[in-house]
């Protein structure tokens, strides 16, 4: 009874196999663009964020910015202009982050009291989306221990732990942790060393991570996640994308869309390969990819609404079923903070609409008493160059906010000036250097309060100084 139950299997895969390879042979070479440069916009998330998990673990110990799976890599100190191995580089902040793998059991998760320091440990999914962020704005400051699980386990929690369930298990951690500057130094240090992560069976003996792994084989990891995802052919790229959806789902709401694609190929642990298609259906795969690479990048242009000119983003880590929209955030913006956490305007242009070019003029900004950021927690405004590196000065300023020592105007309002050249002695408090010629800014607002996260707070225009 087994033999036949197991030779009538076989047959039943063989006519589907040739049937659905028949099925993708009849696609019309429209058909088969059409559908490529959808489903390259629908999938490049899973893809990047698979890519960046394998480079932010590609370490044999925890060193720098990389750590292996399971275990924490902590930033110690601000970066300054000199580093140029991220872009939008945040010195607000001290980041950990982690690269775990819930496919074999869950993971627990220790943090050390926090006071009233500002914190947030953020979760990444396949799909550049937030699961899960427990922070000082739910959590407060008090030690916790969570365990961490994948949408496939099922059992109880102990009693000393809080939850945490992440909906698929190619995830990323960064955790921030507020930083007054060099001083604070040792004392954010010190609660990074006490960050852990315990697998679940080993909660309660004396485990220690691996002191040291073997790198992932096959694999560049000093490469630019952009570089890797972007150059790769297309039946690469749909053949990676299956396989990270065979354990990394799709949502409920992406079913529709899943059957649409399925006449390409693209199936979870289904294995891509051009050898299905005729040569016009290939090439015309091909250039459905070049097509969704050209929409991503003319969205990245417009990811926010436009008021006051500064783009202003609501939605982040939620992008429901928008898929370019989701595609060109992933491109520029790995783990984007949820709006209750934070907010980040930024612009490139000033109240003419033109954009910023201190060879021609010097800028500034002002905020009302009553339109200073309205945030729980803090706010700052950062300098950018064009291609949004921070900008080397003879002050090593990137930053000035309400920490800062800012000179206030009479009537309660703030100016800050934004210029190449140091200013009068009376303004180099409020002076926030620029680079020669075009720059970027972007302010953040910690902990918004209820008037951004619904729309009613707008940053005041940035103003030529004439």
Same mark, same amino acid.
């Given at each position: ?57 590609? *370490? ?24 140029? !191995?991220?872009?939008?580089?945040? #010195? ?74 992440? +909906? ?29 992560? =315990?697998?679940?069976? !080993? ?35 749909? +053949?990676?994308?299956?396989? #990270?959806?065979?354990?990394?789902? *799709? ?28 040569? @016009? #259906?290939?090439?015309?795969? +091909? ?12 969205? #990245? ?11 202003? =983003? ?121 680079? @020669? ?9 910690? =902990? ?19």
């Amino acid at each position: 009874m087994k033999q036949v139950n197991l030779l009538t299997l076989l047959l039943c895969l063989l006519v589907y196999n040739s049937s659905f390879a028949q099925k993708k042979n009849n696609l019309s070479v429209d058909q088969a663009r059409a559908l490529s440069k959808e489903a390259f916009e629908f999938g490049f998330p899973a893809v990047f964020i698979q890519n960046q998990y394998y480079v932010n673990s590609y *370490a044999t110990k925890a060193v720098g910015f990389k750590a292996p799976i399971n275990q924490f890599a902590h930033s110690r100190e601000f970066v300054d202009a000199s580093n140029r !191995q991220y872009v939008g580089n945040n #010195v607000d902040v001290l980041a950990s982050s982690a690269s775990i793998d819930l496919s074999e059991e869950p993971l627990v998760i220790t943090i050390p009291e926090m006071g009233d320091r500002f914190w947030l440990m953020q979760f990444i999914n396949t799909w550049n989306e937030v699961p899960a962020v427990p922070s000082s704005r739910t959590h407060g400051g008090k030690a916790r221990t969570f365990v961490v699980v994948g949408p496939e386990w099922e059992g109880d929690v102990p009693a000393e732990m809080e939850l945490l369930k992440v +909906n698929t298990e190619t995830t990323l951690i960064v955790l921030r942790l507020y930083c007054s500057g060099k001083s604070d130094y040792k004392e954010v240090n010190a609660i990074q060393d006490q960050i852990n992560i =315990t697998p679940l069976s !080993q909660w309660g003996g004396n485990y220690v991570a691996p002191s040291y792994v073997t790198l992932k084989e096959n694999f560049d990891g000093n490469r630019d996640v952009n570089e890797i995802v972007m150059s790769m052919p297309a039946e690469e790229f749909f +053949n990676s994308l299956n396989k #990270v959806l065979l354990k990394n789902p *799709a949502y409920d709401a992406d079913q529709s869309f899943m059957e649409k694609i399925a006449a390409l190929g693209i199936i979870p642990g289904e294995h891509f390969t051009f050898d299905n298609y005729t040569e @016009e #259906v290939q090439e015309a795969i +091909n250039q459905g990819v070049i097509d969704a690479k050209q929409a991503i990048g003319a969205r #990245v242009k417009n990811l926010g609404e436009l008021k006051n000119n500064w783009i202003l =983003t609501y939605d982040m880590g939620r992008f429901g079923t928008d898929y370019n929209y989701r595609a060109a955030w992933t491109l520029i913006g790995v783990g984007g903070n949820l709006l209750e956490d934070a907010f980040y305007p930024t612009t490139i242009i000033d109240e003419d609409g033109e954009m910023f070019d201190t060879n021609k003029h010097a800028y500034k900004i002002t905020f009302s008493k009553e339109e200073l950021p309205p945030v729980k927690s803090f706010w700052s405004l950062t300098m950018y160059d064009i291609k949004s590196y921070l900008v080397p000065n003879d002050l090593n300023k990137y930053t000035v906010g309400d920490r800062s020592d800012l000179q206030y105007n009479e009537d309660g309002s703030l100016t800050i000036y934004m210029q190449k050249d140091r200013p009068s002695e009376d303004k180099v408090s409020n002076w926030l250097p620029a680079p @020669e010629g075009a720059f970027r800014i972007a302010l953040r607002l910690y =902990t918004p309060e209820e008037q951004v996260i619904k729309g009613n707070w707008i940053p005041p225009v940035v103003q030529k100084i004439k």
